[in-house]
């Protein structure tokens, strides 16, 4: 059984601050990795995807991949109250139903004004 | 584009009961999926499809039945609904082709209550 595990927080930080979200995963042979924010009632909403080892950034956000550690994390600069929400962790396997996702329980995130 | 369309948005059921929840995307994305997200966990694939008239299990299948006809509609019945069966239902979407990564589009939910 392929396994996405995240901390399920939740994770306070002040307003300005950086947040850090962390995942890690089962499969070494995964492929690509995403990041879903869920505001509570909602639906996931994709914010960030990353598929090669290292750093991409998109305005406050920035995923991380070491596929050596098989790990992936989300650093959320300059935190607002408004991305109070839960992150989901997003991993598509190597395995041969590649076409999946498997997702992680989510991290519950406060960001307090 | 309105994107993932999901109907109902709410339903109450009763033990027994049957109900299809509607889903629909304009986007041309040959894939599509059914999770249920029950509260405080991730999302667990019930049933995906790879394009009109191919549909697969996913995770948790049992009491559940999907089909695809068209491109841009992917039903999920539920026969005999039982308590378990109450959660959220999302459907979402993907385009899959050569160098593409599987980024998925969801709609908005059904919330399923079975008494």
């Known amino acids: 059984q392929k396994e996405v595990e995240q901390n399920s927080g939740p994770l306070s930080v002040p307003e300005g601050a950086i947040a850090s979200l962390n995942c890690t995963y089962s499969?070494?042979?995964?492929?690509?990795f995403f990041w879903y924010r869920q505001y509570s009632g909602k639906s996931p909403e994709l914010i960030m995807s990353?598929?090669?080892?290292g750093d991409k950034e998109d305005g406050r956000f920035t995923a991380q991949l070491n596929k050596a550690s098989q790990y992936v994390s989300l650093l959320i600069r300059d935190s607002q109250p408004s991305d109070s929400a839960t992150y989901l962790c997003?991993?598509?396997?190597?395995?041969?139903?590649?076409?999946?996702?498997?997702f992680g329980s989510g991290t519950q995130l406060t960001v307090l004004p | 584009n309105a994107g993932v369309t999901q109907t109902p948005k709410f339903r109450i059921l009763k033990i027994g009961q049957s109900m299809t929840l509607q889903c629909t995307q304009d986007?041309?994305?040959?894939?599509m999926y059914w999770y249920r997200q029950d509260p405080g966990m991730g999302l667990k694939l019930i049933y995906y499809?790879?394009?009109?008239?191919?549909?697969d299990k996913g995770e948790v299948p049992n009491g559940y039945n999907v089909s695809r006809s068209t491109t841009e509609d992917f039903p999920l019945r539920l026969e005999l609904a039982a308590p378990s069966q109450t959660s959220v239902y999302f459907c979402?979407?993907?385009?899959?082709?050569?160098?593409?990564?599987?980024?998925?589009?969801f709609g908005p939910g059904t919330r399923l209550t079975v008494l």
């Open positions: 499809s790879v394009g009109a008239g191919i549909t």
């Open positions: 986007m041309n994305h040959n894939y």
């Open positions: 990353i598929y090669s080892n």
């Open positions: 979402a979407s993907s385009y899959l082709g050569a160098g593409n990564y599987n980024e998925q589009f």
């Open positions: 997003a991993v598509k396997e190597s395995s041969g139903s590649a076409r999946q996702l498997t």
């Open positions: 499969d070494r042979g995964s492929q690509s």
